[in-house]
């Protein structure tokens, strides 16, 4: 090693351990002793993980760009670091800024609260004026949730409105167009790429289940979850062969938002139908539209339809739904990576801004980041792996630390990582989250080691030409390489 690696790898183990230090100064539990890396060590992996990187490059990675940042988590010692200060696109381990945010800021027990009010008065069975649905930013908000609104007012004995249901999605703090700059507009089609609004209903997706029809030629047939008139589907696929590829898929006329089309063909005799999610144009249409399905299967009749605004100082309260906890949410957001939460979040908190000033709190360089949106799925997003790293070990302070554990994705058994590093020696290891766009792999998270404690680390592939079979097995054996010299390091 010359004398200038020397230099910057001290230089980046101060200016790693010194911050991470004071936010984990708190003793964790462990079950199992475990000792420091020693210096022979840490030089042993670094020539082992050379080796593996240099060989990668002629094949599963070749012409990638790749980052590596890994330090004990306890005691801070650098293991290794290429390009820590390289920015990236993170793809979806970008949804560990939002997440760590919240939950730092708002706390564990956060939860968002979705009410129905009136502003009106009673006349035996009639309502005379509004019935008003504010949303409080609920991310999990479904439709099971909706209908017992919907009971609720039944059950108070109302059976008519001569007002409106009064639609108020105005409790985000941070304004936001339907989609955010850089969003790919092929995504936009699809549940993942949904808009988000504080009053939201099933992360404004339908479910498509397309099955085939009774021959070869056939339109297919379509299911389609829940029905709604706010987005019309239009069944363009057929039937084919059972010898047919399956092409099935869906797709948004640029000129008519409010249309979705399935498209291509699906084989006669397949083993399984087609199952994806579409996502709804009009966040207040589509719940405004079943609200009122709702109500009317309820017996509860409204006269003058829905409308938007915002919620009257003198309403009274009449129902009320609390969201899960935070740390609930959390799960539901990082393991599956679920773009809409990370969106719902990232509003929630406020924006880019109060992201880059806590940030900045916890011992990142705000300007060391592009942050566009919550989820990772624009394609401006940039992020360093040691701000990456950061975050992690901001967040194994003892408060934080079993619920960031528990939400995370675990190598073969859950989440993302259910089916990845399922061998003896990484299967469980791996906690950790994914992230995934075109020609972009990465990892950040915790591993555990045998005999040296938890280990945290990012590990960024961007530019990745992952094209070919057995590209993603490829990618992963490299990976799998690299972390398991880690865990099994003496």
Known sequence: MSARRNLGALALLLALSVPIASSAAAPTPTTTPSTRFSTATVASLRARIATILRAARSGALRGAHVAFLAIDAKRGTLIDAIHPDDDFIPASTFKLVVGSASLDRFGPEDRFVTTLSTDGTRAGTALHGDLI????????????????????????????????????????????????????????????????????????????????????GSAVTLSVSPETPSLQIENRAITGSSEASDTIDAMRPWNDPNVVRII???????????????????????????????????????????RTGALPPQATTIWQHRSPPLATILARMWQPSDNFI???????????????????????????????????????????????????????????????????????????????????VLRGKVNAKTGSVNHVRTLAGYLSTQRHGTVTFALLVNDWMDRGPGAMKRLDAVRGAILRAIVTAP
């Open 342 to 424: 990370a969106e719902m979040l990232f509003r929630h908190f406020g924006g880019a801004r109060p992201e880059r000033a806590w940030l900045q709190r916890v011992g990142i360089d705000p300007h060391t980041l592009t942050i566009v949106d919550g989820s990772g799925l624009s394609a401006y997003d940039r992020i360093t792996p040691r701000a990456l790293v950061r975050i992690l070990q901001y967040d194994r302070a003892p408060q934080r630390k079993a619920i960031v554990e528990a939400a995370l994705p675990l190598s073969g058994i859950r989440g993302t990582l259910k089916g990845r590093f399922r061998d003896p």
């Open 264 to 306: 291509g063909v699906i084989p006669q005799g397949a083993n399984a139908p087609d199952r994806f999610r579409v996502a709804v144009e009009n966040p207040q249409a589509f719940i405004g539209d079943a609200f009122l399905a709702d109500l009317e299967a309820n017996g509860v009749a409204v006269a003058a339809g829905m």
């Open 133 to 216: 649905l504010r949303g409080g930013g609920d991310p999990t908000l479904d439709g099971k949730t909706l209908r017992d609104a919907a009971l609720a007012v039944a059950r108070t004995g109302i059976t008519r409105i001569d007002g409106a249901v009064l639609l108020d999605d105005t409790a985000f703090r941070y304004p936001s167009a339907l989609y955010r700059p850089g969003w790919a507009w092929d995504d936009l089609t699809y549940g993942y790429g949904a808009p988000t609004s504080a009053l939201s209903l099933d992360e404004n997706a339908l479910h498509i289940t397309v099955a085939p029809g009774p021959q070869p």
